[in-house]
Every structure is written in structure tokens, then in C-alpha cells.
């Protein structure tokens, strides 16, 4: 299945008061982490929609938290589509940090259209599950302008 990965720098605004990660953001880093997964294999969520009228809500998502995170670490995200249904992709997503997995989840989300004001789960066209599908390795890390020392 394919594959996507990136780093991100832990900023203050993510900590709570004793500096250690509120867990809601794993869920910002998830959904982050879709979007980047859809893009690195070009289709993104914006030219989807626009495109083939497609959104990918989500529904469905689980997080395990393993070990804290805290201002300025710098963690790495990988995804991976692990299943891939008719109507359905299920994303999982790893983090870690410091050569460690601090925490692993999974998002659920729906092929969805929009049409004359109304959604619909539809199947996912044999092209982009083809796509979905392709067995690759991780890319190779970003060069995120927010990991400046």
C-alpha cells in the first residue's frame, strides 16, 4: 500500500501547562497527515472535490498514546493505507520522536460525493484504488521550512 511521511516541529501552542502535548493535536496530526498522504499521491482532498466532486470525510478514528511529546521535539509522521474498501480507506498513522513511537492510530474515511446538495458513499473508481493500492516504500523525509534551528 502507499506510503507518506513528514516531519513537524512540537510548538508551544500544542503543550499544555506542563509542557507536554495535549493529546487532541495527534488528532490534528492525523488529519494533517491525510491530507499530506492524499497530495503526495496526487489526489489531493481540493482537486478531488473539485474535480470529481469526491470529499473524504472522516469516519472513524482511534488513537493509543505511548510516551509524551514536548515543546520543540521534532516528530515524524507516517502513514500508510492499510485497507483500502469499496467505499471506504483506512489510514494508519505512527508517530515518533526521538527514535521512539510515541503514538498510533488509524483514520477511517468515506469516498464521498457531492451532488444537488446531498452526499453519498460511492465506490472508489479502479484507477485511484490502482493508486491507493501500489505497494511503495516511505518517501524519502521533507525539508519542513518550520524544522529551522
Request: proline share 7%.
Amino acid at each position: 500500500m502507499r506510503r507518506n511521511q513528514f516531519r513537524l516541529r512540537v510548538n508551544w501552542g500544542d503543550t499544555d501547562k506542563a509542557g507536554i502535548v495535549y493529546y487532541p493535536n495527534y488528532f490534528k496530526w492525523f488529519d494533517i497527515a491525510a491530507h499530506e498522504f492524499f497530495r503526495s499521491i496526487g489526489l489531493s482532498p481540493s482537486t478531488l472535490s473539485e474535480r470529481d466532486g469526491v470529499i473524504l470525510p472522516l469516519l472513524d478514528v482511534r488513537c493509543s498514546f505511548e510516551k509524551p511529546l514536548y515543546y520543540d521535539d521534532i516528530i515524524t509522521v507516517m502513514t500508510e493505507a492499510a485497507e483500502v474498501q469499496p467505499k471506504t480507506i483506512k489510514l494508519t498513522h505512527q508517530v515518533f520522536a526521538r527514535g521512539v513511537r510515541t503514538g498510533h492510530g488509524y483514520e477511517l474515511r468515506g469516498w464521498v460525493k457531492e451532488a444537488n446538495g446531498s452526499i453519498k458513499a460511492v465506490e472508489i473508481p479502479a484507477a485511484y484504488r490502482a493508486v491507493l493500492e501500489e505497494d511503495r516504500p516511505f518517501p524519502p523525509l521533507n525539508a519542513d521550512p518550520w524544522l529551522c534551528s
